[in-house]
């Protein structure tokens, strides 16, 4: 079986940083970038079909999340988000009479106390102290602030070249 390798480099433009991203008539996309290193490989099954064994065009169907969410991990802490959510869950939770004055304001307290859970470190030494059901729930985690530059800044320039590409080659995008 014969495997066809198709390299892209992108170049930093208007401070948007490099990449070189490497794709494969099997399912392969790595990319090395200003935004990080990521890959992953597709099942041939779940993207190529009769009308379609270009792996560059299945990349060109998909949408900018997918593709983050197969390359990178949403572990990422955020400490202000995290900050947000508890004090909603605070408020509505006073709001709704499940809690007295009392209670939320010292959960109010205790939050301030722990440095608005800021860090990760911050977020436990809270978890440890509040009497918030579930509070385990109240943290937030994203994609890392690279992955999303690389969403932003990288996949739309790796799109066009690809479409660039299959245009060149008479293959729809």
């Known amino acids: 079986m014969s495997v066809t390798v198709w390299r892209y480099h992108l170049p930093s433009e208007k401070g948007e940083g490099w990449a070189i991203a490497f794709m494969d008539s099997i ?7 200003d935004y990080g290193d990521y890959g992953y490989r ?5 993207w190529s079909s009769p009308d379609e064994r270009d792996f560059r065009q299945f990349f060109m169907r998909t ?41 939320a304001r010292e959960e109010w307290n205790l ?42 800044h990288v996949l739309p320039r790796l799109r066009e070249a690809i479409k660039t590409e299959l245009a060149a080659e008479g293959l729809a995008a």
């Open 27 to 33: 399912g392969c996309f790595s990319v090395l970038s």
């Open 42 to 46: 597709w099942p041939e099954r779940g």
């Open 63 to 103: 949408d900018d999340e997918y593709v983050l969410r197969k390359i990178a991990r949403s572990d990422h802490y955020d400490g202000q988000a995290t900050y947000k959510n508890i004090k909603r869950q605070i408020l509505e939770l006073r709001r709704s009479g499940s809690w007295n004055k009392d209670r």
């Open 111 to 152: 939050l301030q106390k722990y440095d608005r859970v800021e860090c990760r470190e911050m977020f436990a030494w809270w978890y440890d102290h509040t009497r918030i059901d579930g509070a385990h729930e109240c943290a937030i985690h994203d994609f890392s602030p690279q992955a999303i530059g690389f969403k932003k």
